[in-house]
């Protein structure tokens, strides 16, 4: 495993060069930075603004700055907040356990959800379990998961008032896992219904072993394979934060921390920030393959 | 997921489960019956569910200025959070605003932002989709390498940071949803094609003499037109979902348009005190949505050749 990260990872350095300078670029794009926000917040003359600008070396040229910020963050300096002047590190040592809940309960919410109705529902054709199957799988792609999560709020919250409206893992966790579950749902459903036709079924069968064995034992391994994929890739997307459900629900993670920062204009949070979405991504598709070779021998690492 | 947004929340939410599906498309196994020519009218209810929920909303959407009963900016802030009534249907949000006109003016906001969205990205993803699977070589390599990294990049921190960089108005939103969509339609396009060129009827035009440029366009072209249809339909559906995302997050369209979203976000924030302002919007936002999806996944079944 050791060999093959130290193979792999090296691999993923372009994608994120790319990603922080395109973020760079763009960032550079907007007009008015931190100066002017702070001075139509706090009221900054125009010398003050100067002397800000020149202390936090925007007077350079862009390279320049960007080679400085990159520096910085090969030693693990992910800079100062504009805002706040705190490191980005202390920031993001606060949002990042609040994201890792969130995904660790959304991803046990998929899986309980997901595997169970999309191993049923491809089995049995037909079935109730297939009908719900296919439901929950259109409607989890096609309407927008804040919608789902401002229904649940206005349910449990406002209504029933079994959980408050914010800080409660419940409700984000219900609703991210659920939404997940729709992709793991029709993944799972048509490949167990591509498997359910193979010979080494119906041998499973002929020889007379109960269905949920023969389910359980010999058709899930095999159907796993692009499901393993799937929930990966949604890990790698949840680790980087869930900027919409973050904001529905009030919760402090990595996705708040973002929003927040570039309706602030603070930069070093948002480059910061972007570049652990993106490891995040990265490093759950290098996770996915590696997996892939647990699970299918035939496939190797 | 635009899951994918959304997925990697909304606006990509959506995309890694439409790319994926794209990839399947050969493989997929639709539930309804398949009709035997592709002249004939689709049968599935899926289709004409999704067609009818969309032509609705497209009427609502072209002909919003003669349907609002009220001007969807006017304030009455002595009757605010006022519950539905005969004059006003679905009642008056927090500034005293008829809802009923917001939601129609909303349509023309989220549903026009999301078709020209896509309007704008499909063209250009499906000629660079075209020119790099058929052509191949270093552009395509270049390409595939940009893909990539677009992949891995948090698709609506791309929107954000764009909008933010182009000011907040429908252009810019429109804008930021097309740059997201580009590569969707390129890979989609690309796989197609080079798919299709591995066929024997490419070969056959290949050796009757044909011109490559006619082969791409003549021959190639209309076996992945159906394709377009489908996925320019999910596509529909998730630059939707991504206008509502942006605007719920403040960083949309002018604060002053009634978007869709900025009606959920100003809904939520008062819902303790009137639900009838955020649950309207949330249900005619997800029909809509879940329409051009019906229409997708219908038409697939309909115009996919290999799905017969």
């Given at each position: 495993m050791l060999t093959y990260m130290a193979r792999r990872i090296p691999q993923m350095l372009p994608t994120l060069l790319l990603a922080s300078i395109v973020t760079f670029i763009l960032l550079r794009l907007v007009p008015g930075d931190i100066a002017d926000v702070l001075a139509v917040e706090g009221g900054v003359s125009d010398e003050s603004k100067e002397v800000l600008r020149a202390e936090m070396g925007f007077d350079d040229p862009a390279p320049v700055q960007y080679l400085r910020w990159l520096g910085h963050l090969l030693t693990g300096d992910m800079g100062h907040s504009y805002w706040t002047n705190l490191p980005v590190s202390e920031l993001f040592g606060h949002a990042f356990p609040k994201t890792l809940q969130l995904a660790g309960a959304s991803m046990a919410v998929a899986i309980l959800v997901g595997v169970p109705l999309g191993l049923l529902g491809g089995a049995f054709p037909g079935s109730p379990f297939d009908y719900l199957a296919a439901t929950l799988a259109t409607i989890m792609t096609s309407v927008p998961t804040f919608a789902i999560g401002i229904l649940a709020l206005l349910l449990f919250?406002?209504?029933?008032?079994?959980?408050?409206?914010?800080?409660?893992?419940?409700l984000p966790a219900v609703v991210l896992g659920i939404d997940i579950s729709g992709n793991l749902v029709r993944t799972l459903r048509s490949d167990v219904r591509a498997e359910l036709r193979s010979d080494y079924i119906r041998t499973a069968h002929a020889k007379g072993l109960p269905t949920s064995r023969v389910l359980g034992r010999h058709l899930l391994p095999n159907a796993l394979t692009t499901t393993i994929t799937v929930m990966g890739l949604a890990l790698g997307n949840l680790l980087g934060g869930t900027v919409i459900v973050e904001t529905v629900f009030n919760w402090p993670g990595i996705g708040d921390l973002t929003i927040n920062a570039i309706r602030n204009r603070d930069y070093p949070v948002v480059q910061a920030m972007v570049m652990v979405m993106t490891a995040a991504f990265v490093i759950a598709n290098i996770g996915v393959d590696f997996l892939y070779g647990l699970v299918d021998p035939r496939v190797r690492v | 997921m635009v899951a994918s947004a959304t997925s990697r929340s909304r606006s990509r939410v959506a995309e890694s489960t439409f790319t994926r599906s794209a990839a399947r498309t050969g493989l997929h196994t639709p539930s309804e019956p398949r009709p035997p020519?592709?002249?004939?009218?689709?049968?599935?209810r899926q289709f004409w569910t999704g067609f009818g929920i969309v032509s609705i909303a497209a009427f609502v959407a072209l002909a919003a200025p003669l349907l609002m009963p009220y001007d969807p900016l006017a304030q009455d802030i002595y009757r605010r959070f006022e519950a539905p009534?005969?004059?006003?249907?679905?009642g008056l949000d927090e500034?005293?605003?008829?809802l009923l006109s917001r939601l129609i003016g909303g349509a023309r906001i989220t549903l026009v932002t999301g078709m020209m969205a896509i309007g704008l990205a499909m063209p250009l993803g499906v000629a660079l989709g075209a020119w790099s699977g058929f052509v191949r070589g270093w552009v395509d390599a270049v390409l595939m390498r940009l893909l990539d990294v677009q992949l891995a990049y948090p698709g609506i921190l791309l929107a954000l940071v764009l909008i933010v960089s182009l000011g907040p108005s429908q252009r810019s939103v429109v804008i930021a949803l097309a740059v997201g969509y580009v590569p969707y339609f390129a890979r989609i396009v690309r796989a197609a094609v080079i798919r299709e060129e591995a066929l024997e009827y490419v070969t056959g035009a290949r050796a009757l003499g044909q011109r490559e440029w006619m082969i791409l366009f003549r021959h190639i072209g209309p076996n992945i037109a159906g394709l377009l249809v489908v996925h320019g339909s999910f596509g529909v559906c998730g630059a939707m979902i991504g206008e509502a995302s942006l605007s719920f997050l403040g960083l949309?369209?002018?604060?002053?348009?009634?978007s869709w979203g900025r009606m959920l976000s100003n809904g939520t924030q008062v819902m303790y005190v009137a639900q009838h302002i955020v649950i309207v919007p949330v249900v005619v936002l997800s029909v809509v949505t879940l329409g051009w999806y019906m229409l997708g996944e219908g038409s697939r079944s309909w115009l996919d050749p290999r799905q017969r």
């Amino acid at each position: 495993m050791l060999t093959y990260m130290a193979r792999r990872i090296p691999q993923m350095l372009p994608t994120l060069l790319l990603a922080s300078i395109v973020t760079f670029i763009l960032l550079r794009l907007v007009p008015g930075d931190i100066a002017d926000v702070l001075a139509v917040e706090g009221g900054v003359s125009d010398e003050s603004k100067e002397v800000l600008r020149a202390e936090m070396g925007f007077d350079d040229p862009a390279p320049v700055q960007y080679l400085r910020w990159l520096g910085h963050l090969l030693t693990g300096d992910m800079g100062h907040s504009y805002w706040t002047n705190l490191p980005v590190s202390e920031l993001f040592g606060h949002a990042f356990p609040k994201t890792l809940q969130l995904a660790g309960a959304s991803m046990a919410v998929a899986i309980l959800v997901g595997v169970p109705l999309g191993l049923l529902g491809g089995a049995f054709p037909g079935s109730p379990f297939d009908y719900l199957a296919a439901t929950l799988a259109t409607i989890m792609t096609s309407v927008p998961t804040f919608a789902i999560g401002i229904l649940a709020l206005l349910l449990f919250a406002v209504q029933l008032q079994w959980v408050p409206a914010t800080g409660s893992l419940a409700l984000p966790a219900v609703v991210l896992g659920i939404d997940i579950s729709g992709n793991l749902v029709r993944t799972l459903r048509s490949d167990v219904r591509a498997e359910l036709r193979s010979d080494y079924i119906r041998t499973a069968h002929a020889k007379g072993l109960p269905t949920s064995r023969v389910l359980g034992r010999h058709l899930l391994p095999n159907a796993l394979t692009t499901t393993i994929t799937v929930m990966g890739l949604a890990l790698g997307n949840l680790l980087g934060g869930t900027v919409i459900v973050e904001t529905v629900f009030n919760w402090p993670g990595i996705g708040d921390l973002t929003i927040n920062a570039i309706r602030n204009r603070d930069y070093p949070v948002v480059q910061a920030m972007v570049m652990v979405m993106t490891a995040a991504f990265v490093i759950a598709n290098i996770g996915v393959d590696f997996l892939y070779g647990l699970v299918d021998p035939r496939v190797r690492v | 997921m635009v899951a994918s947004a959304t997925s990697r929340s909304r606006s990509r939410v959506a995309e890694s489960t439409f790319t994926r599906s794209a990839a399947r498309t050969g493989l997929h196994t639709p539930s309804e019956p398949r009709p035997p020519h592709r002249s004939s009218l689709p049968k599935s209810r899926q289709f004409w569910t999704g067609f009818g929920i969309v032509s609705i909303a497209a009427f609502v959407a072209l002909a919003a200025p003669l349907l609002m009963p009220y001007d969807p900016l006017a304030q009455d802030i002595y009757r605010r959070f006022e519950a539905p009534s005969l004059a006003h249907p679905l009642g008056l949000d927090e500034f005293g605003r008829d809802l009923l006109s917001r939601l129609i003016g909303g349509a023309r906001i989220t549903l026009v932002t999301g078709m020209m969205a896509i309007g704008l990205a499909m063209p250009l993803g499906v000629a660079l989709g075209a020119w790099s699977g058929f052509v191949r070589g270093w552009v395509d390599a270049v390409l595939m390498r940009l893909l990539d990294v677009q992949l891995a990049y948090p698709g609506i921190l791309l929107a954000l940071v764009l909008i933010v960089s182009l000011g907040p108005s429908q252009r810019s939103v429109v804008i930021a949803l097309a740059v997201g969509y580009v590569p969707y339609f390129a890979r989609i396009v690309r796989a197609a094609v080079i798919r299709e060129e591995a066929l024997e009827y490419v070969t056959g035009a290949r050796a009757l003499g044909q011109r490559e440029w006619m082969i791409l366009f003549r021959h190639i072209g209309p076996n992945i037109a159906g394709l377009l249809v489908v996925h320019g339909s999910f596509g529909v559906c998730g630059a939707m979902i991504g206008e509502a995302s942006l605007s719920f997050l403040g960083l949309g369209v002018n604060p002053s348009d009634p978007s869709w979203g900025r009606m959920l976000s100003n809904g939520t924030q008062v819902m303790y005190v009137a639900q009838h302002i955020v649950i309207v919007p949330v249900v005619v936002l997800s029909v809509v949505t879940l329409g051009w999806y019906m229409l997708g996944e219908g038409s697939r079944s309909w115009l996919d050749p290999r799905q017969r």
